[in-house]
């Protein structure tokens, strides 16, 4: 997990349950959800998968055990925050009061991603309340397509986007926001 993105989780921790799902590894065990418990408060979660599963049920294995665990932790998303579009094939069925897309890590433009990659970035833009990016190309694109998109940096502090997430939390903001998307 990127440092900026750990301090954030931490400190939103610090006021309310935090769970983050990684990517998934594979081994070569049954699949199972592993989750990791680095601060009170932050819930790690890495779906492990066996070698052996076809292409085919990896999202529907990974949307498997991420409802089970969810539904153990007896929690419902408050905020659901992407850093990768693969995502979405295994969380579109999640509802969550506030949807950020954070891709200040994207590479490249969307011209040269691979097709299914670009397939599930517009799924994830279409639903994405927010979109976090640095100030490079993709930021000018990226304007293109969502009317919601905020420059953060490694240089940036989180701080900003953490009252950015305060804000937009707030029922009066949100539903200004929901009616601008329109």
């Known amino acids: 997990m990127p440092h900026a993105l750990r301090d954030s989780m931490c400190r939103a921790a610090r006021a309310r349950r935090v769970f983050l799902v990684e990517q998934a590894i594979f081994t070569s065990g049954d699949p199972v959800m592993e989750v990791e418990l680095p601060v009170d408060g932050l819930a ?9 599963v076809q292409a085919t049920e990896v999202a529907r294995l990974q949307r498997s055990l991420l409802d089970s665990w969810l539904t153990t932790e007896t929690v419902e998303p408050g905020i659901l925050w992407y850093q990768s579009p693969a ?15 954070d891709c200040v890590d994207r590479a490249g433009s969307a011209a040269a991603l691979p097709l299914d990659f670009r397939r599930l970035e517009y799924a994830l833009l279409e639903r994405a309340d927010v ?8 930021r000018h694109a990226l304007r293109l397509l969502h009317p919601n998109v905020r420059r953060v940096n490694a240089w940036c502090s989180r701080t900003a986007v953490d009252e950015l997430l305060r804000e937009l939390s707030r029922p ?7 009616a601008m998307r329109r």
């Open 131 to 138: 979109v976090f990016t640095d100030t490079g190309t993709s």
């Open 87 to 101: 995502a979405v094939d295994y969380s579109a069925h999640l509802a969550a009061p506030l949807t950020v897309y």
């Open 44 to 52: 790690v979660a890495r779906p492990c998968l066996p070698h052996a």
């Open 172 to 178: 009066r903001v949100r539903t200004a926001q929901l």
